[in-house]
């Protein structure tokens, strides 16, 4: 284990005194170098399928920060762009999508088509082979959940109503989107394993507003098959369930999933997810974005927290979302300065 990457050997169960960190949205508007290199490319779905640009902001925060992880640059919508939904983003309002609105329009979306994807695995092969030795590589999709929400609505919504709605009055034909989804999904998933990533996310970043029978039909349940698939045809390779406003469900989640870590959002108390999971479920977490935002003392307060609470038992740091466009570089060299302190 001792020849392990750090992020990888906490998966497996290894307990470190000063945890391996990446950051949720490491590769983003934050750094300066990535403003220049996205002002470059003519809309946000081209620079994902640029594979030189790709693979250039993944390693940017490599080279800045060395953290323990990169994560794959794409997006989690490139999956119904390759199934001949029409995928764009537009400026300032985010991605926009042809809305699925019945059964019919379920049944039209074409089979997942992974040769579109061929510049992702391209941007895989161009990083693995720049990153540090020491640096895992991580791979990721959305969950069948979350991106059928965007299938659905078209956009991004405060309440997933939408697709909300659609499963409960379409229930057939949306088991269907999420069978299809939860097939693409592991498909993808293997296919960067394959290309070159050493562990994979699945990110459901809407489970927390589903109520409980809907959060086991669409959430758990999903991520439960893409889980058992990726253990049965890549063994080995760690997976981390990141899903979010899981609260209750943690538990219960960390029992059946399969998964290799947990993420964890801002909301959950890390004492509380330490004390009702197992001791060798390694749990990755939990800072809020906006104490990073903030900085200064208030920052090294929930840090040291973080720290204390997960102390002994296999823990990933990071945020429990996506780093904050606007958060300043000196609190990022900051907050890592603080957790990688010698103890």
């Known amino acids: 284990m001792s020849n392990e990457k750090r992020l990888i050997s906490a998966l497996r169960g290894a307990a470190h005194q000063i945890p391996p960190m990446w950051l949720m949205r490491q590769a983003g508007r934050y750094l300066p170098e990535y403003r220049e290199l996205r002002a470059k490319a003519k809309s946000f779905l081209d620079f994902c399928y640029t594979p030189a640009m790709a693979a250039e902001v993944t390693l940017q925060p490599i080279r800045r920060f060395h953290f323990d992880a990169a994560i794959l640059f794409s997006d989690i919508l490139v999956i119904p762009d390759a199934m001949g939904q029409r995928v764009s983003f537009e400026s300032g309002e985010g991605p926009r999508l042809d809305p699925i609105e019945t059964s019919e329009a379920v049944d039209r979306l074409g089979a997942f088509d992974a040769e579109k994807l061929s510049p992702v695995f391209e941007t895989i092969d161009r990083v693995k082979s720049a990153l540090p030795p020491d640096v895992a590589f991580i791979g990721f999709c959305g969950a069948p959940w979350t991106v059928a929400s965007y299938m659905i609505a078209g956009k991004g919504t405060p309440d997933q109503a939408p697709a909300r709605l659609f499963a409960f009055k379409r229930r057939a034909a949306f088991q269907k989107l999420v069978d299809r989804l939860v097939e693409a999904s592991a498909d993808y998933l293997m296919r960067q394993i394959d290309a070159g ?118 823990h990933i740091f990071n945020l429990g979302h996506g780093i904050l466009p606007q958060t300043p570089i000196e609190h990022v060299e900051r907050l890592i300065s603080r957790v990688r302190a010698e103890k």
């Open 197 to 314: 990533v050493e562990a994979v996310q699945i990110f459901d970043s809407w489970a927390g507003i589903l109520p409980a029978n809907e959060f086991e039909a669409w959430s758990a349940k999903p991520i439960e098959r893409i889980v058992a698939t990726l253990k049965e045809k890549r063994p080995g390779v760690p997976v981390i369930a990141f899903v979010r406003g899981a609260d209750a469900h943690l538990p219960g989640l960390t029992r059946r999933l399969g998964a290799d870590g947990y993420g964890l959002d801002t909301a959950l108390d890390p004492k509380w997810a330490v004390a009702e999971t197992a001791p060798s479920v390694c749990l990755q977490g939990n800072l809020d974005p906006l104490a990073l935002l903030a900085g200064g003392e208030a920052l090294d307060r929930e840090v040291d927290a973080i720290l204390a609470a997960f102390a002994g038992r296999p």
